[in-house]
């Protein structure tokens, strides 16, 4: 089998497990990803907490606008600037970070099942290779 034949194979089992792994969790993909660029820094615009997600503004919105009816976040006004959004983790927000960060650590002890430091050392450098392998800066001419 193509080897790009069977990493894509796997990342779509990767993904569809971790999909399932958060849902149990009561969140999904956005929701975790959302949460954590939320916890882990404060952003000045919701267009660089899009960025920072890796998603369009308007998809940020739409996904914000839920978690805001779900009390997870609170969006606000910035005094200074009012085309400025703020966004900001609320309690119940917090709890749901926890939940899914639990989650997502527990699914990466699952990942890591038979490989020690040096399989998974040798396996990000080979996911790094292929990645440039395809990207035109690493490509080979």
Do not use: C, Y
């Not at 969140?27 to 899009?50: C, D």
């Amino acid at each position: 089998m193509p080897i790009g034949l069977q990493v894509q194979r796997t990342a779509k089992a990767l993904n569809r497990a971790f999909d399932q792994a958060l849902a149990e969790a009561g969140g999904s993909l956005p929701t975790w990803l959302i949460l954590l660029s939320l916890k882990t820094r404060r952003w000045e615009t919701q267009r660089e907490l899009a960025a920072a997600v890796g998603i369009e503004g308007a998809t940020l919105t739409h996904h914000l606008e839920g978690l805001e009816r779900h009390g997870l976040v609170e969006r606000s006004r910035d005094p200074d600037n009012r085309r400025v959004m703020r966004v900001e983790l609320t309690g119940e927000g917090e709890a749901a970070f926890l939940r899914l960060r639990d989650a997502a650590l527990k699914f990466d002890r699952r990942l890591r099942a038979g490989l020690d430091e040096d399989d998974v050392d040798a396996l990000r450098a080979a996911l790094a290779r292929l990645h440039a392998n395809v990207s035109e800066a690493g490509a080979p001419r």
